[in-house]
């Protein structure tokens, strides 16, 4: 089975500039999260999605947004994009309720912006 | 919200010594503490996790401990070898609820572990 794929792996914006990740979470998986992770830190939750609803949202600001689609993928917008957006994005999916709760990281779209 | 702090930030041990990581949390409500492991440009990995219902858990050479009245938790690593080598992630949260899930992790700053030969 596939894991968690998320496109594009690398990018490169400059500042102003608007970009959109994609995820698709392992088959079978109804919630998907996105998180942030720094250069030399650990990852920020940003979104979790559960069954196409927002279930949490992070401290960031409006600029981001998500939603989830009904086969269970998941876009990541970020709009204006700043010199500190450059990061790491990952995106993990996690199953039905009742299971052990593990989420299932990508390898992540590493952003750069210019 | 919740709040994790991890120490030390580097550590560097002799293959076949033992390696310890520790961790403490801020929110008592928080019941779920996994730990992962993060090779360079790769992904976090788990490799092992925690509910607060228990105080221990072990796998092969990788044991986790919870100290819930103190709000503290540590990943001992036994007979390291450079394979292990890595930054190693402690993370929070609540699971359960609608989703079941812990999806809201918080993560602490990350320990890069270096085994030598």
């Known amino acids: 089975d596939a894991g968690v794929t998320q496109s594009p792996t690398h990018l490169i914006k400059t500042r102003g500039q608007h970009v959109t990740l994609r995820c698709s979470p392992i088959s079978g998986h109804k919630s998907v999260s996105w998180y942030q992770q720094v250069l030399g830190q650990g990852p920020q939750f940003i979104f979790q999605?559960?069954?196409?609803?927002?279930?949490g949202r992070g401290n960031f600001p409006d600029r981001f947004s998500a939603r989830q689609f009904p086969n269970y993928s998941s876009e990541l917008n970020v709009n204006a994009l700043l010199l500190g957006d450059s990061a790491l994005y990952l995106c993990?999916?996690?199953?039905?309720?009742?299971?052990?709760?593990?989420?299932?990281f990508g390898e992540g779209s590493r952003l750069t912006v210019l | 919200g919740e709040n994790v702090e991890q120490h030390p930030s580097t550590l560097s041990v002799q293959e076949g010594d033992s390696a310890v990581i520790k961790c403490t949390y801020s929110?008592?409500?928080?019941?779920?503490f996994p730990w992962y492991k993060q090779e360079l440009g790769k992904r976090p990995q788990l490799i092992i996790d925690i509910r607060s219902n228990v105080g221990e858990k072990k796998d092969q050479r990788i044991a986790v401990t919870l100290n819930k009245t103190a709000k503290h938790f540590s990943l001992h690593i036994t007979e390291t070898q450079p394979e292990d080598s890595a930054v190693y992630f402690c993370?929070?949260?609540?699971?359960?609820?609608?989703?079941?899930?812990?999806?809201?992790?918080?993560f602490g700053t990350g320990t890069r572990l270096q085994v030598t030969l």
């Open positions: 929110d008592s409500a928080s019941n779920y």
């Open positions: 993990a999916s996690s199953g039905v309720p009742g299971n052990t709760g593990e989420l299932f």
């Open positions: 999605y559960y069954e196409k609803e927002e279930r």
């Open positions: 993370a929070a949260s609540i699971a359960g609820g609608l989703t079941g899930t812990a999806s809201k992790l918080t």
